[in-house]
């Protein structure tokens, strides 16, 4: 059974800082690409940061410069830390992984950030 657990989530005044955890198991996590999306409120869900199994990384325009996408094998553990925050920045935020062809997706913390 694949799941995926997140820490991290908060209230943070603007340019402030916030470390985002997602800790996976059920997986072979070395072998996975993780992502990170997240959506605000009456929005879509966006795709903001990706990292691969090889540990490329991708990140969204609005993302690039502030936000660092990381993984730790040895803790199955993805991480998103995010500084400079701004109040666009406010949302929930999930990690996600794709396993024999279905999405899974984490309980998606909230991220405030307070002009």
């Known amino acids: 059974q694949v799941r995926l657990v997140e820490s991290g989530g908060g209230l943070v005044q603007a340019g402030g800082s916030l470390r985002l955890s997602c800790v996976a198991s059920?997986?072979?996590?070395?072998?996975?690409?993780m992502n990170w999306y997240r959506q605000a409120a009456g929005g879509q869900r966006e795709l903001v940061a990706t990292?691969?199994?090889?540990?490329?990384?991708n990140y969204t325009d609005s993302a690039k410069g502030r936000f660092t996408i990381s993984r730790s094998n040895v803790w199955t553990t993805v991480y998103l830390q995010m500084n400079s925050l701004k109040p666009e920045d406010t949302a929930v935020y999930y990690c996600?992984?794709?396993?024999?062809?279905?999405?899974?997706w984490g309980q998606g913390p909230q991220v405030t950030v307070s002009s």
């Open positions: 996600q992984t794709r396993h024999k062809g279905l999405n899974y």
């Open positions: 059920g997986i072979n996590f070395r072998l996975y690409t």
């Open positions: 990292i691969s199994s090889t540990g490329s990384t």
